[in-house]
Each structure stands twice: as structure tokens, then as C-alpha cells.
């Protein structure tokens, strides 16, 4: 018998997922932070805390499992008022799932678009941000297509979520352990 088998006892509709988490490494040396782990929610966004070992600029390679049921058209991720993301000649911006990106001129959210990540897929995601505080955190938002919705209405629906973002929905704020190297 499992620990959420017991009689009387149910946890289901409490519990997100057993064994899935996001972790996080921070080479000090680089100023890389590697985090990986999945989402299995489609009805809400994904908020991350993450205690880095210092403030300042961080290149961020993020790795996440889509284990929900719909397919991601695009992905927003957004910044608190201490973070935001870089924008330089330098800087890598990129997603080996989305061809397209946009950054607000704000510097406060970043769009992936033009493409998509299936459930089972993982998506790869890399973006430099700056925080003034050890405690970043950011939200990630997902677009995913109704069943009704025709391929001229997506087209439409992806144009308004670049330009104007996705609308918030409730959140599943998760910390996130990060183990430090360099």
C-alpha cells in the first residue's frame, strides 16, 4: 500500500504530482542556472521562486516535461518587479520548440511562439535575466488552441497573445531548490 492509499484518507485532489518536481543548478563561475522538471497542469500558470546564490545577471537554460494533455502553441514567461530579462547583442535568446520570440520593450515578458511542444515533449528554453534580489521569481503561461477553434482563429489568437500577453490565470506557485557549483 502506497502512502495515498489509505482508507478514509483521500489525497487526490490535493496533490498536483508524487514524484515531479523542478530543481535547479547554479554554476557561480558561469552565471548559468540550469532548472528542469515538467508541468502537468493545463487550468493554471506556473509560478517560480528560486533563491539564486547572488543577485545579478543570469543566463537561464530551462528544461520542462509537457505532461498535460493539450499541445502549448506558445509560452509567456513573465518577471516580478526585481527581475527582468536582458536584451543585447550578446545576449541568447532562443527555443529549440518555437522559432519566434518577443521581448517587451519593458523587458518584462518574453514570448515563445511559431511552433509547438506536444504532451510527453519537453521544450528547451534559454533567456539571460537580471535580478536586483536573490529571490527571483517568474510565471510561466501557456497558449493552447480550443477544440473548436479554426487554424485562421489561432493565427489571430497567437498575433493578440504576442502583442498583448496572455491573460493571467490562478497560479501554482512552486520553490524551486537550486544546488550551487563554481
Do not use: C
Not at 483521500?10 to 508524487?18: C, H, I, L
Not at 554554476?27 to 522538471?37: A, E, H, K, N, T
Not at 521562486?49 to 543566463?59: A, D, F, K, T, V
Not at 501557456?142 to 500577453?165: F, H, K, M, S
Amino acid at each position: 500500500m502506497s502512502s495515498l492509499d489509505v482508507p478514509g484518507l483521500d489525497m487526490s485532489s490535493r496533490v498536483r504530482a508524487r514524484d515531479i518536481q523542478m530543481a535547479a543548478v547554479a554554476d557561480v563561475r558561469r552565471r548559468v542556472l540550469m532548472i528542469s522538471g515538467a508541468v502537468d497542469v493545463s487550468g493554471h500558470d506556473v509560478s517560480m521562486s528560486i533563491n539564486l546564490p547572488e543577485p545579478g545577471r543570469w543566463q537561464v537554460i530551462k528544461s520542462e516535461t509537457n505532461l498535460t494533455d493539450q499541445t502549448w502553441l506558445a509560452m509567456q514567461v513573465t518577471t516580478d518587479e526585481n527581475t527582468h530579462f536582458v536584451d543585447s547583442q550578446e545576449t541568447l535568446i532562443l527555443s529549440r520548440q518555437f522559432t519566434r520570440t518577443f521581448l517587451t520593450p519593458d523587458l518584462s515578458r518574453l514570448t515563445f511562439f511559431d511552433g509547438e511542444v506536444r504532451p510527453g515533449e519537453a521544450v528547451l528554453m534559454a533567456f539571460d535575466i537580471e535580478a536586483t534580489s536573490r529571490k527571483p521569481a517568474y510565471a510561466h503561461a501557456r497558449y493552447v488552441a480550443g477544440d473548436d477553434e479554426t487554424p485562421e482563429q489561432i493565427a489571430a489568437n497567437l498575433e493578440r497573445v504576442v502583442a498583448d500577453g496572455i491573460a493571467q490565470r490562478p497560479m501554482v506557485e512552486m520553490i524551486v531548490p537550486v544546488t550551487v557549483i563554481g
